[in-house]
T-cell receptor
Framework: NAGVTQTPKFRILKIGQSMTLQCTQD?????MYWYRQDPGMGLKLIYY???????DKGEVPNGYNVSRSTTEDFPLRLELAAPSQTSVYFC??????????FGSGTRLTVV | KQEVTQIPAALSVPEGENLVLNCSFT??????LQWFRQDPGKGLTSLLL?????REQTSGRLNASLDKSSGRSTLYIAASQPGDSATYLC???????????FGKGITLSVRP
């Protein structure tokens, strides 16, 4: 039972580069979320999805894009990386209840 | 807009002490509240979920309470152990289809 899998675990990007953070869950959860966590701060919601083909913005969506073509996958795309996007990114999912499963995170540094 | 506050940001206690972690929220129409644990460099693990119709939940040495009228939740840890050292975050849903709003967390250190 893998739960929520995020790849890569670490990445260093140069300013202006782009990348995709991958997130896959094997629990058939409809709801999936992307959060970012900055040092000493709580988690801020970037984007979320309530099912395949449906996505919506969270609190801090600027500079990011998402897609949800399948129930299992919810990739997060960073276009034109900026130092302000240096953070730890967490993907999470939940089913019909409110029990969340989080991935182990992707630590991104933009230099 | 729901705001969740956790004070203090850090706490250090000797092993064996019973302790309470506090969480306050601004919107008393909270739908449910959860407590998570985060170990350094790791993701979040759900500890306890309290629905708005409940007043508390228990799991082992952990007990979480919810008082909607006062806008407070507490996480009680009995007989603390060094393995309890982690960051504890509380988060709430304002409605059935709303998103989680997180506090900044309390970093707990339990000294042997």
């Amino acid at each position: 039972n893998a739960g929520v899998t995020q790849t890569p675990k670490f990445r260093i990007l140069k300013i202006g580069q782009s990348m995709t953070l991958q997130c896959t869950q094997d629990m058939n959860h409809n709801y999936m979320y992307w959060y970012r966590q900055d040092p000493g701060m709580g988690l801020k919601l970037i984007y979320y999805s309530v099912g395949a083909g449906i996505t919506d913005k969270g609190e801090v969506p600027n500079g990011y894009n998402v897609s949800r073509s399948t129930t299992e996958d919810f990739p997060l795309r960073l276009e034109l990386a900026a130092p302000s996007q240096t953070s730890v990114y967490f993907c999470a999912s939940r089913g019909g209840g409110y029990g969340y499963t989080f991935g182990s995170g992707t630590r991104l540094t933009v230099v | 807009k729901q705001e969740v506050t956790q004070i203090p940001a850090a706490l250090s206690v000797p092993e064996g002490e019973n302790l309470v972690l506090n969480c306050s929220f601004t919107d008393s129409a909270i739908y449910n509240l959860q407590w998570f644990r985060q170990d350094p460099g790791k993701g979040l693990t759900s500890l306890l979920l309290i629905q708005s119709s409940q007043r508390e939940q228990t799991s082992g040495r952990l007990n979480a309470s919810l008082d909607k009228s006062s806008g407070r939740s507490t996480l009680y840890i009995a007989a603390s152990q060094p393995g309890d050292s982690a960051t504890y975050l509380c988060a709430g849903h304002t409605g059935a289809n709303s998103k989680l709003t997180f506090g900044k967390g309390i970093t707990l250190s339990v000294r042997p």
